[in-house]
């Protein structure tokens, strides 16, 4: 499909794909020759993006031609910068800018290995969390709620099933990409997918499968927990998507040199929902989902549309598992 008819089909579109950072960042990216521990080092390239699970889905969205909208919470200096940032990129936002604090900036040095230097972030007041609850009164049948990333310090854990609850009241469909209780809670509340890691699918299920019939198996306990539709991601070794009626399907990833696997998996989910909304066929959403995970794996950021299409067009029909 040209990108020139998606364009015109979602100018026409008349739902919104919301999605959640409760902590941004600036992500300051720095490259260096060599890093040593205790010394000065000096940095030969400096980048500032604005950060965060739930910024990644839009912006992977926004490239995808989708309509989306940013919400979340922004503090202090950091929190000014973070939304001119964001402004810049031309996605449409919606920050809630906390009292106290100031938005973190998360470092991440590019050596001969990489490393990162995460920060805590500002504390979530009760008043701010409430005022976000109420700007999801504005969600409509059909528009999607994008829950991602670990739950800041000061948030209660069960923060996500609240939000997922809004959604459902609303006709909304829930997107929850978070780990432990978090993501535990909010099964409760049945968001339309969930996609775990591998590493994430085992912190929920406490089992480490040993093949795809057994990794079927221990979603199908999570289904049972209130979860819809569930897709797996498999780093380099693709995807399997259990819906919650019919059979698993899976697919691998294509091949390529991984510039940056972080992302990857935001990456994922803006493919996903772009193939869903485009074609309402699970198997055409789990190529693109794939498409767009390893689009970003392959790119030093963010992938542009050309480049998760040029995937697109490597990746092969899912095959049906038996579980
Ligand atoms: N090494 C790789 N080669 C090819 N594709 C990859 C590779 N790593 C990731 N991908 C693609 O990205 C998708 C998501 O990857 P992954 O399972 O690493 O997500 P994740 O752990 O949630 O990532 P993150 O949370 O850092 O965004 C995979 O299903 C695959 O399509
Ligand atoms: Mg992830």
Redesign the pocket.
């Known amino acids: 499909m040209s990108t020139v008819f998606l364009n015109f089909f979602f100018r026409k579109a008349d739902f919104m794909i919301y999605t959640v950072t409760l902590n941004p960042s600036l992500d300051y990216i720095v490259h260096t020759d060599c890093l040593a521990l205790g010394a000065l080092n000096r940095t030969h390239d400096e980048r500032l993006y604005p950060g965060g699970?739930g910024i990644?889905v839009s912006l992977m969205l926004a490239r995808l031609g989708l309509p989306t909208c940013a919400l979340g919470f922004a503090a202090g200096l950091t929190g000014q910068m973070f939304s001119e940032l964001l402004a810049e990129t031309g996605i449409a936002s919606d920050f809630i800018a906390l009292d106290c604090g100031m938005t973190r900036i998360n470092v991440k040095i590019k050596s001969a290995a990489e490393s990162e230097l995460n920060a805590a972030g500002p504390e979530v007041s009760a008043k701010a969390l409430r005022a976000l609850e109420q700007k999801l009164g504005g969600l409509c049948t059909g528009d999607t709620l994008v829950l991602s990333g670990s739950v800041p310090q000061g948030v209660p854990c069960d923060i996500y099933a609240r939000l997922a609850h809004r959604a459902a009241q609303a006709g909304a469909f829930a997107v929850v990409?978070a780990a432990g209780q978090a993501l535990a809670d909010a099964l409760t509340e049945h968001p339309f997918l969930i996609?775990?890691?591998?590493?994430?699918l085992r912190g929920l299920t406490g089992c480490t499968p040993h093949s795809l019939d057994h990794l079927v198996e221990s979603v199908r306990g999570l289904q049972q927990q209130g979860a819809q539709n569930v897709l797996v991601?498999?780093?380099?070794?693709?995807?399997v998507l259990v819906p919650c009626e019919g059979k698993a399907l899976t697919i691998p990833?294509?091949?390529?040199r991984?510039r940056n696997?972080?992302?990857?998996?935001?990456?994922?989910v803006a493919g996903f929902l772009s193939g869903l909304y485009q074609t309402r066929e699970f198997p055409t959403a789990l190529q693109a989902?794939?498409?767009?995970?390893?689009a970003?794996?392959?790119s030093d950021w963010l992938p542009t549309e050309e480049e998760v299409c040029a995937q697109l067009v490597r990746t092969i029909l899912p095959a049906t598992l038996h579980a």
């Open positions: 699970k990644n990409d996609k775990p890691n591998l590493d994430e991601s498999l780093a380099g070794e693709g995807a990833a294509p091949h390529g991984v696997s972080v992302g990857a998996g935001d990456c994922m989902a794939v498409a767009a995970g390893s970003s794996a392959f």
